[in-house]
């Protein structure tokens, strides 16, 4: 059997005397779709800087596709294939669409000299402009990132965080201010690239429409622990979920 | 008409080299968020690294503006960096911004103490003999300053726009949390922005200081002109701060020449106010979210 793709062991990390991720384990295959949910203050946020390596947790491994990667860098974990959509905005705002999606791409490719000398677009002019024209923005390939609208700029970044072919992709709260018509686009595009390219996703997301139609698997914390883990039907009907976080 | 093309090409040689110092107020912004009060003191510097390569280890100029420039990037960037920003900025902007107007002051005082008082002479790099352009007399130094610093500007926004280094180096300033999750390695970045800063203030000082001559107190006049320049241009774009240099480089002479020489110190501070009351980002700026 092959390993996982993320493979979360026992993470635990404490801000002074509040534990904020209690002991969370958890694994998540080749092209599975999984959420994350909880309600605010749960430690979904806290969790994904854990596994990413932007907090260092006072306990527990991470590891991805078998190899542990606790405690490294966010840029080396992106070299292995580790990729992110973040809540708040983030793309560059004072770059072109074109510009932020092949920066995305280039730093897993060539040498110091090619930096300096090589093609500006480091090759991936074909790849970026396919990348523009699946998430249809190819009419805003030229404009600045930050003159476009919330939800386009939410594209972008989804963009980017597929631009160097990750085998994992962690998206914070990818529908958080997005319309109601980019969501749908947006989830179709998240559905097809899950599907054309086997890559798994691992969703934190509160919109429980979107969360509840996008993912295979949903994992659901409280006050820093695993609660309940299932699929999205036996999750509605979790009583103890219900309780604590869905609502009557 | 010839003596009004005399003056303006007079000033945009000068306003240009004011640009080049402006621009590393520019560039120091957006990898640091903060503000070098030495920058003046980082022009006037490797004005006499130059002077000590050749004075003391009787290097010819040639070698000795490459020694001053070496050192430059070596003290004045990475040093700079490693001993004064990194250590610091944790602590917060004002108290780096502190501690570089006491790096001001050290600069100064040091070289004060440590080389001379006096005004230096400092070879020129282009020859100073007069040349007819259009019917005006302009200095062939001018006008080859002018080119030169253009030039470095030119070459230095190709290099941020055309280079995949120079997008890794905007993605860092842009937005340095997202540039590191990319892949970005934002403190190479970083540094790099500080050696371009250094080289930047040393070929100022090495066009600025035949005119001027090596003094250790060139940075207080040339630090604040290029400091109003970064603001008036746009403290956040380089042709911003370009056109800061020029404009007041050009205004300067012109005020000089055909309205009075007495108050054209004073004029640069003007220039600051009124941007300041009417577009407070600068001319080419674009405005910049704070929230508390």
Aim: charged residues 15%.
């Amino acid at each position: 059997m092959t390993a996982p793709v993320l493979s979360v062991r026992n993470i635990e990390k404490r801000f002074g005397g509040i534990r904020a991720v209690r002991g969370v384990s958890f694994d998540v295959h080749k092209g599975e779709i999984l959420g994350l949910i909880g309600p605010n203050g749960s430690g979904k946020s806290t969790l994904f800087n854990c596994i990413l390596g932007q907090l260092v947790p006072n306990a527990g491994e991470v590891a991805v596709s078998g190899r542990d990667v606790s405690g490294m860098r966010p840029s080396d974990l992106n070299k292995l294939g580790v990729g992110r959509t973040f809540q708040q905005l983030s793309v560059f705002p004072r770059m072109s669409v074109f510009d932020n999606i092949i920066l995305a791409g280039q730093e897993h490719r060539g040498t110091m000299s090619s930096r300096l000398f090589g093609a500006p677009d480091a090759g991936l002019t074909q790849d970026a402009e396919r990348m523009i024209a699946f998430f249809r923005l190819t009419h805003l390939r030229d404009e600045l990132a930050g003159s476009l609208s919330y939800g386009q700029q939410k594209l972008v970044d989804a963009a980017m965080a597929f631009m160097a072919g990750p085998s994992i992709v962690l998206l914070d709260e990818p529908a958080g201010g997005v319309n109601l018509t980019m969501l749908a686009h947006l989830k179709d595009r998240l559905v097809t690239y899950n599907a054309e390219h086997g890559t798994t996703f691992v969703v934190i997301e509160h919109n429980m429409e979107f969360v509840m139609s996008l993912c295979t698997r949903i994992i659901v914390l409280a006050e820093g622990a695993v609660i309940a883990e299932g699929t999205p039907d036996e999750i509605r009907s979790n009583q103890t979920v219900i309780d604590a976080y869905l609502g009557g | 008409m010839s003596q009004f093309l005399q003056v303006l090409l007079s000033g945009l040689a000068t306003g240009s080299i004011y640009a080049l110092a402006a621009i590393g107020f520019a560039l120091v912004w957006q990898a640091a968020q903060t503000v070098n009060f030495a920058q003046g003191e980082f022009v006037m510097v490797p004005a006499f690294f130059v002077l000590i390569g050749m004075g003391f280890f009787g290097m010819p100029f040639w070698l000795a503006l490459a020694f001053g420039l070496a050192l430059s990037m070596l003290v004045l960037g990475y040093a700079f960096k490693k001993l004064i920003v990194e250590p610091i900025l944790p602590h917060g902007g004002i108290t780096l911004i502190i501690a570089t107007m006491a790096l001001a002051i050290l600069l100064k005082e040091t070289v004060k103490e440590s080389y001379s008082a006096e005004a230096q002479p400092f070879p020129a790099l282009f020859s100073n003999a007069p040349m007819n352009f259009f019917g005006a007399a302009v200095s062939i130094q001018d006008i080859l300053n002018l080119i030169v610093s253009l030039s470095i500007v030119v070459v230095l926004t190709l290099f941020l726009n055309r280079t995949r280094t120079g997008r890794s180096m905007q993605a860092a300033a842009q937005n340095p949390a997202v540039a590191e999750i990319l892949g970005v390695n934002v403190k190479r970045m970083v540094l790099y922005t500080f050696l371009i800063n250094a080289a930047l203030a040393s070929l100022a000082a090495f066009l600025i200081t035949p005119v001027y001559l090596a003094k250790f107190s060139n940075g207080e006049t040339i630090g604040l002109i290029a400091f109003i320049a970064a603001i008036v241009g746009g403290f956040n774009q380089i042709r911003g701060a370009l056109v800061g240099g020029l404009l007041i480089g050009v205004l300067d002479n012109l005020t000089a020449t055909y309205v009075t020489a007495q108050y054209r110190a004073a004029l640069p501070l003007v220039l600051l106010i009124m941007i300041i009351l009417v577009r407070p980002q600068g001319i080419m700026g674009t405005s910049e979210g704070r929230s508390v």
